[in-house]
Structure formats: structure tokens, C-alpha cells
Nanobody, 124 residues
Framework: QVQLVESGGGLVQAGGSLRLSCAAS????????MGWFRQAPGKVREFVAA????????IYTDSVKDRFTISRDNAKNTVYLQMNSLKPEDTAVYYC?????????????????WGQGTQVTVSS
């Protein structure tokens, strides 16, 4: 089992940047695929990005490609989401999630463990 705690959210103006962190506790962080999802008010939780167990492969939803970067540091049991050129439509609660499998995935139901989320608000 793994526990996840997100941090780094906040209020930023459009065009600005934020870096989210997700610290994991528990065993074998490097055995989990890690993902970031987000949920805006009144909308379903959607996939943002995911990274393979060794960090060598990443996938993104189209709306954040070339603006967001997911990375991980297995020595620190932490996954990051660097968000640049933020837009008001990026406003949401951001969640990190862990998938106990070697295959990278964009599907919410394939992730077992979830953090509590961190609010990101982008003002226009």
C-alpha cells in the first residue's frame, strides 16, 4: 500500500507556472506507475499525465502537451508536475495517483491509490 500527499498548488495568473509535488510513503514506490489527474467544478476527473516506473516514458493529455512536464525521483519517493503557460481552463483540483502495474495508463479506474488533491487556480 502507498499513501500519497500532494503539495504546491495555489493561485497564479494566466501565463504563470506552478510545480506540484506528490510525496509517497509506504513500500516500493518505484514499482508504481504514477499519474496526475484533475477535476474542475462540475466536471469529471480527467487524466493529465503519467510516468512509467523508471521515469523513462511519459504520456500527456493533448491540452497540456508542451506546457506540462511530469517527472519522478524514486530516491525521494516523489512525483512532480511542472506546469508552465497556465491558462484559466487549467483551474482544478489536481490529484496524484499510483498504479500497481508496469504498464503506463491514462484510465482513472486503473489507478488504485489516490491523494487528497491540491487546488490550482489560474486567474485571467
Amino acid at each position: 500500500q502507498v499513501q500519497l500527499v500532494e503539495s504546491g498548488g495555489g493561485l497564479v495568473q494566466a501565463g504563470g507556472s506552478l510545480r506540484l509535488s506528490c510525496a509517497a510513503s509506504g513500500r516500493s514506490f518505484s514499482s508504481y506507475v504514477m499519474g496526475w489527474f484533475r477535476q474542475a467544478p462540475g466536471k469529471v476527473r480527467e487524466f493529465v499525465a503519467a510516468v512509467s516506473r523508471n521515469g523513462g516514458r511519459t504520456i500527456y493529455t493533448d491540452s497540456v502537451k508542451d506546457r506540462f512536464t511530469i517527472s519522478r525521483d524514486n530516491a525521494k519517493n516523489t512525483v512532480y508536475l511542472q506546469m508552465n503557460s497556465l491558462k484559466p481552463e487549467d483551474t482544478a483540483v489536481y490529484y496524484c495517483a499510483a498504479r500497481a502495474d508496469w504498464t503506463i495508463s491514462q484510465f482513472r479506474h486503473e489507478y488504485t491509490y489516490w491523494g487528497q488533491g491540491t487546488q490550482v487556480t489560474v486567474s485571467s
